[in-house]
DNA sequence: TTAACTCTTTAGAAAGAGTCTATTTCCCAT
DNA sequence: ATGGGAAATAGACTCTTTCTAAAGAGTTAA
Protein backbone atom coordinates (compact mmCIF):
# COMPACT_ATOMS: atom_id res chain seq x y z
CA UNK A 1 0.00 0.00 0.00
CA UNK A 2 2.94 2.78 0.83
CA UNK A 3 5.76 0.85 -0.72
CA UNK A 4 7.73 3.13 -2.84
CA UNK A 5 11.42 4.79 -1.54
CA UNK A 6 12.81 7.86 -1.98
CA UNK A 7 16.11 6.87 -4.56
CA UNK A 8 19.27 6.01 -2.95
CA UNK A 9 21.37 8.84 -4.02
CA UNK A 10 18.76 11.23 -3.20
CA UNK A 11 18.95 10.01 0.52
CA UNK A 12 22.16 10.14 -0.18
CA UNK A 13 22.49 13.71 -1.28
CA UNK A 14 20.14 14.88 1.94
CA UNK A 15 22.37 13.01 4.07
CA UNK A 16 25.61 14.73 3.29
CA UNK A 17 23.76 18.18 2.82
CA UNK A 18 22.98 18.19 6.58
CA UNK A 19 26.85 16.90 7.14
CA UNK A 20 25.31 13.31 8.54
CA UNK A 21 27.33 10.20 7.44
CA UNK A 22 25.31 8.13 4.96
CA UNK A 23 25.57 5.40 6.53
CA UNK A 24 23.30 2.07 5.28
CA UNK A 25 20.91 2.30 7.92
CA UNK A 26 20.79 6.36 7.86
CA UNK A 27 20.19 5.75 3.53
CA UNK A 28 17.39 3.47 4.48
CA UNK A 29 15.47 4.99 6.83
CA UNK A 30 15.87 8.29 5.04
CA UNK A 31 14.87 6.78 1.69
CA UNK A 32 11.79 5.37 3.83
CA UNK A 33 10.56 8.92 5.22
CA UNK A 34 11.51 11.23 2.34
CA UNK A 35 9.80 9.15 -0.17
CA UNK A 36 6.96 11.71 0.18
CA UNK A 37 5.42 14.50 3.25
CA UNK A 38 4.75 11.81 5.99
CA UNK A 39 4.17 11.19 9.56
CA UNK A 40 5.78 7.88 11.50
CA UNK A 41 6.47 7.24 14.68
CA UNK A 42 9.81 5.20 15.68
CA UNK A 43 7.68 1.95 15.82
CA UNK A 44 6.00 2.39 11.92
CA UNK A 45 9.85 3.35 10.50
CA UNK A 46 11.12 0.25 12.57
CA UNK A 47 8.57 -1.94 11.09
CA UNK A 48 8.76 -0.88 7.05
CA UNK A 49 12.37 -0.60 7.38
CA UNK A 50 12.74 -4.53 8.51
CA UNK A 51 9.82 -5.03 5.74
CA UNK A 52 12.45 -4.03 3.18
CA UNK A 53 14.79 -6.81 4.32
CA UNK A 54 17.22 -4.55 5.63
CA UNK A 55 18.09 -5.09 9.26
CA UNK A 56 18.20 -2.43 11.54
CA UNK A 57 18.03 -2.08 15.12
CA UNK A 58 15.38 -0.25 17.43
CA UNK A 59 18.24 1.26 18.95
CA UNK A 60 19.62 2.64 15.39
CA UNK A 61 15.92 3.97 14.57
CA UNK A 62 15.59 6.12 17.54
CA UNK A 63 19.19 7.31 17.12
CA UNK A 64 18.49 7.84 13.61
CA UNK A 65 15.27 9.71 14.17
CA UNK A 66 16.67 11.96 17.01
CA UNK A 67 19.89 13.17 14.78
CA UNK A 68 18.03 13.39 11.93
CA UNK A 69 15.52 15.93 14.33
CA UNK A 70 18.64 17.74 15.66
CA UNK A 71 19.84 17.77 11.95
CA UNK A 72 16.58 19.58 10.69
CA UNK A 73 15.27 17.03 7.95
CA UNK A 74 12.33 16.36 10.04
CA UNK A 75 10.36 17.56 12.53
CA UNK A 76 9.23 16.00 15.63
CA UNK A 77 5.14 16.21 16.55
CA UNK A 78 4.34 15.46 20.13
CA UNK A 79 0.89 15.56 20.28
CA UNK A 80 -0.36 11.96 20.84
CA UNK A 81 0.81 10.87 25.00
CA UNK A 82 1.84 7.32 24.10
CA UNK A 83 4.53 8.69 21.29
CA UNK A 84 6.39 10.70 19.15
CA UNK A 85 5.54 11.32 15.67
CA UNK A 86 8.03 11.92 13.15
CA UNK A 87 7.35 14.53 10.30
CA UNK A 88 9.03 14.43 6.94
CA UNK A 89 7.38 17.63 5.63
CA UNK A 90 9.51 20.44 7.10
CA UNK A 91 8.00 23.00 5.64
CA UNK A 92 6.20 24.94 8.39
CA UNK A 93 2.92 24.04 8.55
CA UNK A 94 0.35 22.91 11.36
CA UNK A 95 -1.68 19.76 12.17
CA UNK A 96 -5.17 18.37 12.43
CA UNK A 97 -4.95 15.40 15.07
CA UNK A 98 -7.89 13.29 15.02
CA UNK A 99 -8.11 12.04 18.72
CA UNK A 100 -10.57 9.19 17.80
CA UNK A 101 -8.34 6.99 15.42
CA UNK A 102 -4.65 8.81 16.57
CA UNK A 103 -4.65 10.07 12.74
CA UNK A 104 -2.07 12.78 12.13
CA UNK A 105 -2.86 15.64 8.98
CA UNK A 106 -1.82 18.43 7.70
CA UNK A 107 -3.43 21.77 7.67
CA UNK A 108 -3.19 23.86 4.48
CA UNK A 109 -0.32 26.78 5.56
CA UNK A 110 -2.24 29.67 4.01
CA UNK A 111 -5.88 28.27 5.84
CA UNK A 112 -3.98 28.64 9.27
CA UNK A 113 -2.68 32.11 10.63
CA UNK A 114 -2.03 33.92 13.98
CA UNK A 115 -2.98 36.94 14.56
CA UNK A 116 0.66 38.15 16.39
CA UNK A 117 3.10 36.30 18.28
CA UNK A 118 2.54 36.99 21.84
CA UNK A 119 5.79 39.16 23.86
CA UNK A 120 7.85 35.33 24.79
CA UNK A 121 8.60 35.02 28.92
CA UNK A 122 11.72 37.12 29.61
CA UNK A 123 15.38 35.66 29.10
CA UNK A 124 13.26 33.32 26.39
CA UNK A 125 13.80 32.71 22.74
CA UNK A 126 11.83 31.40 20.22
CA UNK A 127 11.62 28.31 18.72
CA UNK A 128 8.53 27.47 17.29
CA UNK A 129 4.83 27.70 17.02
CA UNK A 130 2.95 24.12 17.12
CA UNK A 131 -0.99 24.49 16.53
CA UNK A 132 -2.99 21.16 16.84
CA UNK A 133 -6.47 21.03 15.88
CA UNK A 134 -8.11 18.07 17.55
CA UNK A 135 -10.85 16.81 15.77
CA UNK A 136 -13.29 13.75 16.71
CA UNK A 137 -15.26 11.43 14.19
CA UNK A 138 -14.97 9.01 10.81
CA UNK A 139 -13.51 5.57 11.92
CA UNK A 140 -11.19 4.03 14.47
CA UNK A 141 -7.53 3.31 12.93
CA UNK A 142 -7.21 1.20 10.03
CA UNK A 143 -4.14 -0.45 11.08
CA UNK B 1 6.92 27.60 48.73
CA UNK B 2 3.79 26.10 47.20
CA UNK B 3 1.47 24.56 50.32
CA UNK B 4 -2.02 26.58 50.34
CA UNK B 5 -5.07 24.24 49.77
CA UNK B 6 -8.22 25.55 48.19
CA UNK B 7 -10.59 24.62 51.45
CA UNK B 8 -12.45 21.51 51.67
CA UNK B 9 -15.98 22.72 51.28
CA UNK B 10 -14.64 24.56 47.56
CA UNK B 11 -13.14 21.40 46.31
CA UNK B 12 -16.31 19.45 47.66
CA UNK B 13 -18.99 21.88 46.11
CA UNK B 14 -16.42 22.24 42.20
CA UNK B 15 -17.03 18.54 42.71
CA UNK B 16 -20.98 17.69 43.13
CA UNK B 17 -20.85 20.75 40.54
CA UNK B 18 -19.61 18.42 37.88
CA UNK B 19 -21.58 14.76 39.47
CA UNK B 20 -18.40 13.77 40.96
CA UNK B 21 -18.83 11.58 44.26
CA UNK B 22 -16.28 13.51 46.34
CA UNK B 23 -14.25 10.82 48.18
CA UNK B 24 -11.62 11.54 50.63
CA UNK B 25 -8.81 11.29 48.36
CA UNK B 26 -10.71 13.31 45.24
CA UNK B 27 -11.28 15.96 47.50
CA UNK B 28 -7.71 16.22 48.47
CA UNK B 29 -6.63 16.72 45.17
CA UNK B 30 -8.99 18.85 43.89
CA UNK B 31 -7.63 21.16 47.18
CA UNK B 32 -4.47 20.52 45.68
CA UNK B 33 -5.07 21.58 42.21
CA UNK B 34 -7.85 24.39 42.53
CA UNK B 35 -5.65 25.99 45.18
CA UNK B 36 -4.70 28.65 41.92
CA UNK B 37 -4.36 27.85 38.47
CA UNK B 38 -1.79 25.49 37.50
CA UNK B 39 0.12 22.86 35.79
CA UNK B 40 1.04 19.43 37.46
CA UNK B 41 2.13 15.84 36.31
CA UNK B 42 0.14 12.62 37.59
CA UNK B 43 3.74 12.47 39.89
CA UNK B 44 3.58 16.06 41.43
CA UNK B 45 0.62 15.08 42.23
CA UNK B 46 1.09 12.63 44.09
CA UNK B 47 4.24 13.41 45.73
CA UNK B 48 2.29 16.76 46.74
CA UNK B 49 -0.69 14.81 48.42
CA UNK B 50 1.53 12.43 50.46
CA UNK B 51 3.42 15.03 51.53
CA UNK B 52 0.51 16.28 53.12
CA UNK B 53 -0.28 13.43 55.25
CA UNK B 54 -2.86 11.95 52.81
CA UNK B 55 -1.96 8.50 51.67
CA UNK B 56 -3.13 8.15 47.99
CA UNK B 57 -2.03 5.79 45.35
CA UNK B 58 -0.52 6.14 42.30
CA UNK B 59 -3.64 4.17 40.67
CA UNK B 60 -6.00 6.64 42.21
CA UNK B 61 -4.38 9.71 41.20
CA UNK B 62 -4.32 8.29 37.61
CA UNK B 63 -8.35 7.37 37.81
CA UNK B 64 -9.16 10.59 39.01
CA UNK B 65 -7.05 13.20 36.99
CA UNK B 66 -8.60 10.97 34.12
CA UNK B 67 -12.11 11.40 35.67
CA UNK B 68 -11.42 15.09 36.20
CA UNK B 69 -10.12 15.39 32.48
CA UNK B 70 -13.31 14.36 31.57
CA UNK B 71 -15.60 15.86 33.76
CA UNK B 72 -14.09 18.93 32.07
CA UNK B 73 -12.35 20.02 35.67
CA UNK B 74 -8.96 20.24 34.20
CA UNK B 75 -7.53 20.19 31.02
CA UNK B 76 -4.47 17.70 29.40
CA UNK B 77 -1.78 19.61 27.96
CA UNK B 78 0.00 17.18 25.41
CA UNK B 79 3.55 19.02 25.07
CA UNK B 80 6.32 17.19 26.58
CA UNK B 81 6.90 13.71 25.42
CA UNK B 82 7.37 11.96 28.83
CA UNK B 83 4.18 13.12 30.75
CA UNK B 84 0.63 14.61 30.66
CA UNK B 85 0.62 17.84 32.32
CA UNK B 86 -3.17 18.81 34.06
CA UNK B 87 -4.13 22.11 33.86
CA UNK B 88 -6.44 23.52 36.73
CA UNK B 89 -6.99 26.30 34.67
CA UNK B 90 -9.79 25.27 32.25
CA UNK B 91 -10.69 28.98 30.48
CA UNK B 92 -9.58 28.77 27.01
CA UNK B 93 -5.97 29.43 26.51
CA UNK B 94 -2.66 28.41 24.82
CA UNK B 95 1.00 28.06 26.44
CA UNK B 96 4.46 28.40 26.11
CA UNK B 97 6.75 25.42 26.28
CA UNK B 98 10.39 26.41 27.80
CA UNK B 99 12.03 23.24 26.48
CA UNK B 100 15.33 23.92 28.28
CA UNK B 101 13.83 23.76 31.48
CA UNK B 102 9.93 22.09 31.03
CA UNK B 103 8.70 24.56 32.13
CA UNK B 104 4.87 25.30 31.02
CA UNK B 105 3.23 28.45 31.06
CA UNK B 106 0.26 30.39 30.21
CA UNK B 107 -0.09 32.64 27.25
CA UNK B 108 -2.96 35.72 27.85
CA UNK B 109 -5.32 34.98 25.45
CA UNK B 110 -5.63 38.68 24.13
CA UNK B 111 -2.54 38.46 23.44
CA UNK B 112 -2.89 35.17 20.56
CA UNK B 113 -5.91 34.73 18.40
CA UNK B 114 -6.03 32.49 15.15
CA UNK B 115 -6.85 34.15 12.21
CA UNK B 116 -9.79 31.40 11.36
CA UNK B 117 -10.57 28.17 11.97
CA UNK B 118 -9.59 25.99 8.63
CA UNK B 119 -12.37 23.74 7.36
CA UNK B 120 -11.91 20.25 9.06
CA UNK B 121 -11.24 16.89 7.56
CA UNK B 122 -14.72 15.68 6.55
CA UNK B 123 -16.58 13.79 8.81
CA UNK B 124 -14.61 15.29 11.54
CA UNK B 125 -15.93 17.28 14.31
CA UNK B 126 -13.85 20.21 16.48
CA UNK B 127 -12.97 19.03 19.75
CA UNK B 128 -10.07 21.95 20.47
CA UNK B 129 -7.26 24.09 19.37
CA UNK B 130 -4.34 24.21 21.23
CA UNK B 131 -1.45 26.32 20.79
CA UNK B 132 2.37 25.77 21.80
CA UNK B 133 5.04 28.29 21.58
CA UNK B 134 8.08 26.54 22.33
CA UNK B 135 11.08 28.63 23.41
CA UNK B 136 14.68 27.91 25.04
CA UNK B 137 16.65 29.74 27.26
CA UNK B 138 16.56 30.35 31.16
CA UNK B 139 17.64 28.17 34.20
CA UNK B 140 17.26 24.38 34.02
CA UNK B 141 14.27 23.17 35.66
CA UNK B 142 14.79 23.83 40.00
CA UNK B 143 13.55 20.39 41.01
C1' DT C 1 48.28 -5.62 5.03
C1' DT C 2 47.87 -4.79 9.28
C1' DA C 3 47.13 -1.81 13.25
C1' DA C 4 44.93 1.80 15.36
C1' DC C 5 41.25 4.79 15.74
C1' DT C 6 36.74 6.69 15.40
C1' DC C 7 32.09 6.30 14.40
C1' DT C 8 28.07 3.41 14.15
C1' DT C 9 25.26 -0.43 15.11
C1' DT C 10 23.55 -3.91 17.99
C1' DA C 11 21.03 -6.91 21.64
C1' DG C 12 19.16 -6.65 25.46
C1' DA C 13 18.74 -4.53 30.01
C1' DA C 14 16.84 -0.66 32.29
C1' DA C 15 14.06 3.36 33.13
C1' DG C 16 9.61 5.68 33.50
C1' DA C 17 4.89 6.80 32.51
C1' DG C 18 0.70 4.93 32.50
C1' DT C 19 -2.72 0.82 32.81
C1' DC C 20 -4.77 -3.29 34.65
C1' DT C 21 -6.28 -6.74 37.96
C1' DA C 22 -7.65 -8.86 41.94
C1' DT C 23 -8.61 -7.68 46.39
C1' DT C 24 -9.87 -4.75 50.16
C1' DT C 25 -11.96 -0.76 51.99
C1' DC C 26 -15.41 2.67 52.19
C1' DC C 27 -19.94 4.32 52.42
C1' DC C 28 -24.51 4.23 52.69
C1' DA C 29 -29.28 2.17 52.61
C1' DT C 30 -31.83 -1.08 54.62
C1' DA D 1 -25.51 -4.62 62.15
C1' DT D 2 -25.44 -6.12 57.19
C1' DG D 3 -25.35 -6.22 52.22
C1' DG D 4 -23.96 -4.19 48.07
C1' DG D 5 -22.05 -1.03 44.85
C1' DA D 6 -18.37 2.38 44.22
C1' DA D 7 -13.75 3.53 44.99
C1' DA D 8 -9.09 2.70 46.42
C1' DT D 9 -5.09 -0.08 46.69
C1' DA D 10 -0.56 -2.78 45.81
C1' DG D 11 1.86 -4.31 42.72
C1' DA D 12 2.29 -6.65 38.33
C1' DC D 13 2.35 -5.44 33.75
C1' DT D 14 2.78 -2.94 29.12
C1' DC D 15 4.86 0.09 26.20
C1' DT D 16 7.90 3.70 24.59
C1' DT D 17 12.28 5.36 24.94
C1' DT D 18 17.08 5.36 26.71
C1' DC D 19 21.25 3.27 28.13
C1' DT D 20 25.16 0.10 28.19
C1' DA D 21 28.71 -2.65 26.81
C1' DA D 22 30.31 -5.07 23.10
C1' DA D 23 30.90 -5.91 18.10
C1' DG D 24 31.28 -4.11 13.39
C1' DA D 25 32.57 -0.78 9.63
C1' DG D 26 35.23 2.35 7.53
C1' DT D 27 39.51 5.25 7.28
C1' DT D 28 43.98 6.48 7.79
C1' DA D 29 48.89 5.52 8.83
C1' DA D 30 52.57 2.61 9.08
MN1 LIG E 1 2.35 7.39 28.07
MN1 LIG F 1 7.52 8.32 26.49
ZN1 LIG G 1 2.93 17.44 9.14
ZN1 LIG H 1 -2.53 26.57 31.21
Avoid: C, W
Avoid at 19 to 46: C, G, K, W, Y
Avoid at 103 to 119: E, F, G, K, T, V
Amino acid sequence: MNNQLASKAEAIRMLQERDINPTQQRIVIAQLLFARPQHMSAEQVLMNVQDSGVHVSKATVYNTLSLFAEKGLVKEVIVDPTKVFYDSNIVPHHHFFNIDNGQLSDIDDASLQLQAMPQLPDGTQLDGVDVIIRVRGQQQAQA
